[in-house]
């Protein structure tokens, strides 16, 4: 299944959080059970420059790819079986970053398997209050 394309915004000294949904061409979820996941946010895709790292290996801060996020309504986890991953960028992560524009792609793979999910651009709103 071809990647789709989301651009988003970080806003320095700020948690950024959101979450994707992945599902197949017919709406129903993928099950993400023994998939990883991991996400780089480059200047551009051809730079060897990491700006960032996130992982389904949760740093200590938070920062990282939840593969059983809450469900904002009912603050329930869901399972991997929902197809839903969670991008979270720690406020202290976001502080250190110092870019403008860059690019960001976001795979999932299991063993020599991999997809790439979404990719597109990620812009830098930088703090004013520190």
Do not use: C, W
Request: no cysteine; proline share 4%.
């Amino acid at each position: 299944m071809a990647a789709g394309k989301y651009n988003f915004a970080i806003e320095q000294g700020s948690t950024t959080d959101f979450t994707v949904n992945y599902k197949s061409s017919t709406g129903a979820p993928i099950d993400l059970t023994n998939f990883g996941a991991r996400m780089q946010i480059r200047p551009n895709a051809q730079s060897n420059d990491l700006i960032a790292h996130l992982s389904s290996s949760l740093d200590s801060d938070g920062t990282g790819i939840n593969m059983t996020p809450r469900d904002p309504d009912t603050l329930l986890v869901l399972p991997k079986s929902s197809g839903s991953l969670q991008i979270v960028i720690s406020a202290a992560s976001s502080s250190a970053m110092n870019f403008g524009v860059a690019q960001y792609d976001l795979e999932l793979h299991s063993g020599s398997f991999v997809e790439k999910v979404i990719f597109g651009n990620v812009s830098l709103k930088k703090e004013v209050t520190r």
